[in-house]
């Protein structure tokens, strides 16, 4: 059998209401399922008649639970929960079911992994009895762990900031202030309210220069982060230094957004650093500038001399009659003395001028911007009067002068060093000048001094060397062809220059402490020749130049009567000493005395170089000589100069009036011979009888028979 067709207008059977209206539920239901199995929280539902609690996917996930999970009761539910938080679960719980507000708290739930959760806890009844009485309740639970973190480093960070002890400052990318620390504000003195949306160019010192800030600000927005030390001004107006760092912090597109500073207070750092330099730098007691510094200072006023074509004076100072008043009143009224010398040579100078202590009562001065010497002069004049000032110091008057020493740059062009030194030895002149005086130094003087030691050092060095050696020239009488002795005459043997006469190197032996060394060892070899020929069978006579100074020296009578005694075989008057008629005596009695002491020793005198000097009559008179020499200068022209053959007629004469021996010096020709013993002078030397020759040349010339006299 076939079904039966339907015509085409006919419709099905519609559905009764109540089917209708379960099918819409379902599918309200079904939706509703997706929306809790989707969303991104978990959803619970509490059906407070049977204390269960169910719950999304979301919600069992949240705890680690099964998604299958049947659900908890509420009890069990609680006991999930941290236990120093369910009273704050209870309490919010309360507050609700009491019509107080919605159900609203934070607490920590475990999760079945063991670890807490952090979690937000909400929400609402929507079921109650006629009553009033809560039947059902529908809420959310959201885990908020890295809220809660957040959270927590929010509030660490903000704590450090409120609390840290350096200072820090949020700017815009303007620097302008967005907010500051109290270590911000207890430092610089301002308010927070005083201090935010200003720039931080207020804050400014004026000691940093505006390329520092350019450049420091190119270094920040290049790097984005500036490292550096700062000086800025408080509210008061007092500066203070700051060390940190500047730090650019850039969204997510790498765009700076702000700027932190991070800063410590390092004044009192500063200011230590500050006091510990100005001590290496400074003198303890006056203050003023120490050798240290005054190099600094020496460099930059000698730069400054040169770059503007002008003369920098630098002196060298030091006090006169201060050790008296040190020995007599004490180290500290000399101390105080020195600080009132200190601040008068201050007051004395200029700002750009520099006055240093070099120790004791010696200081050291530069002034620059000097236009010629003479306004050098006119300024250490007034130094001086100011310093001669009396100073009273506890009640006593006391009063000191000073010696001071100049030298000029660039007319002295030397080092910083050697101008010191110049200063220094120009001050030592005219300390000798008698104090209360300046000197300026003379370069060209000082190049002759160098000079002058120079070859006196050589000549020191040509002793030590055994480099210096004496030669002896024959004395002879013409009238019995006799040798009467010889005169020792100083010469070096110099390693590359040969034999060198002593015309060449003794004047700068003169006047110096050497030449009492130097004729010391002349007296003692000449003596030790004198024992060597008698011991060789010529007892033999040794003249030896002695200086002035040599022979007024104090110790000079004591050393010859140790060299002698020295040699007690040599017999007396084998010794002779010539000093020169030339020679200026100041106190010509007590080189007489000298004399006559020497020879109580058996040592004879002889005056050399007769007729060139002012005093001969008053020598011959006055000094107790044995012998007179003529000078070689006058001998040598005699033949040929009446007025040089008169001069040698008139000494005969007075070596005969005056009953002393006469020697004539410079003999070099058989004409001379004979025309000096025509005058009655028959004792002579010179290369007309023989040349000065080494010990050992004159004793083989002793042996050949005295050949050439």
Not at 84 to 99: K, T, Y
Not at 323 to 350: F, M, T, Y
Not at 354 to 378: K, P, W
């Amino acid at each position: 059998m076939t079904p039966p067709t339907t015509s085409a207008d006919s419709t099905p059977d519609p559905c009764s209401p109540l089917e209708e209206a379960l099918g819409r539920l379902a599918e309200s239901r079904k939706q509703l399922e997706y929306v809790f199995a989707a969303i991104g929280e978990g959803i619970w539902d509490w059906d407070m008649r049977t204390d269960r609690v169910t719950r999304n996917v979301r919600g069992c996930e949240l705890l680690g639970l099964d998604p299958g999970f049947a659900g908890h009761t509420a009890v069990g539910f609680r006991d999930l929960i941290a236990e120093e938080d369910r009273g704050v679960m209870a309490e919010a719980l309360e507050r609700c079911l009491s019509g107080q507000g919605p159900y609203l708290c934070e607490y920590r739930v475990r999760h079945a992994s063991g670890r807490l959760v952090w979690v937000r806890d909400r929400g609402k009844v929507v079921e109650y009895t006629p009553d009033g009485q809560a039947l059902r309740m529908i809420g959310s639970l959201s885990d908020i762990s890295l809220e809660r973190e957040a959270s927590e480093n929010l509030r660490l960070t903000s704590s450090v900031f409120r609390h840290a002890h350096e200072s820090i400052v949020i700017t815009d990318t303007a620097a302008n202030i967005l907010d500051v620390n109290d270590a911000f504000c207890r430092i610089t003195g301002y308010l927070r309210s005083e201090i935010i949306g200003r720039n931080t160019r207020f804050l400014r010192s004026g000691l940093q220069t505006s390329e520092f800030y350019a450049d420091m600000w190119r270094g920040l927005i290049r790097d984005g982060v500036w490292q550096g030390e700062l000086w800025n001004r408080k509210k008061n107006g007092e500066l203070f230094a700051q060390l940190g760092n500047i730090s650019a912090v850039r969204d997510q597109a790498g765009q700076t957004t702000h700027y932190v500073g991070l800063f410590s207070d390092i004044t009192e750092i500063k200011e230590s650093q500050r006091h510990l330099e100005h001590l290496a730098y400074h003198d303890a007691l006056t203050q003023l500038p120490n050798r240290s510094l005054l190099a600094d200072r020496m460099q930059m006023a000698l730069a400054q001399a040169e770059r503007n074509a002008t003369l920098a004076a630098v002196a060298y100072l030091d006090l006169d009659g201060f050790k008296p008043v040190n020995d007599g009143h004490g180290h500290e009224v000399g101390d105080l003395l020195l600080v009132e010398i200190a601040r008068r040579l201050q007051a004395a100078s200029r700002a750009g001028d520099t006055v240093a202590r070099m120790g004791g009562d010696e200081f050291a001065l530069i002034y620059n911007g000097l236009e010629h010497s003479e306004e050098c002069e006119q300024v250490f004049a007034r130094l001086l009067a100011g310093i001669a000032e009396p100073v009273t110091i506890r009640g006593r008057e006391l009063q000191v002068s000073a010696s001071i020493g100049i030298t000029l740059f660039p007319l002295d062009g030397a080092d910083p060093d050697t101008l010191l030194r110049h200063a220094d030895q120009a001050m030592y002149l005219a300390k000798q000048a008698g104090g209360n005086c300046f000197h300026l130094f003379d370069p060209e003087r000082d190049r002759s001094l160098r000079a002058h030691r120079a070859a006196l050092a050589r000549v020191e060095s040509a002793l030590n060397d055994r480099e210096l050696e004496l030669h002896y020239q024959p004395k002879v009488d013409i009238r019995r062809n006799r040798l009467i002795g010889v005169e020792a005459l100083l010469r070096w043997r110099h390693p590359q220059h040969g034999l060198i006469l002593p015309g060449e190197f003794l004047p700068a032996v003169m006047d110096s402490d050497f030449e009492i060394e130097l004729g010391n060892w002349i007296l003692a070899t000449a003596v030790n020749e004198i024992q060597a020929f008698s011991d060789a069978g010529h007892p033999l006579p040794v003249s030896v130049n002695v200086s002035p100074n040599h022979l007024a020296h104090p110790g000079f009578i004591a050393y010859l009567e140790a060299l002698l005694a020295g040699h007690p075989r040599l017999p007396d008057g084998m010794l002779g000493l010539e000093i020169l008629e030339s020679t200026s005596f100041s106190d010509i009695g007590a080189v007489s005395r000298i004399m006559e002491a020497c020879q109580q020793l058996g040592v004879r005198f002889a005056l050399d170089d007769f007729g060139t000097g002012y005093g001969s009559l008053t020598y011959l008179r006055r000094l107790p000589v044995q012998t007179i020499k003529i000078d070689q200068s006058f001998v040598r022209d005699m033949l040929d100069d009446n007025d040089d053959l008169a001069i040698v007629q008139s000494v005969i004469g007075l070596a005969a009036a005056f009953r002393r021996e006469v020697i004539a010096e410079g003999v070099e020709t058989a004409a001379h011979r004979q025309a000096l013993l025509a005058l009655g002078c028959h004792l002579i030397q010179g290369f007309g009888v023989a040349r000065p020759m080494p010990p050992e040349q004159l004793l083989v010339w002793i042996r050949e028979g005295e050949a050439g006299q």
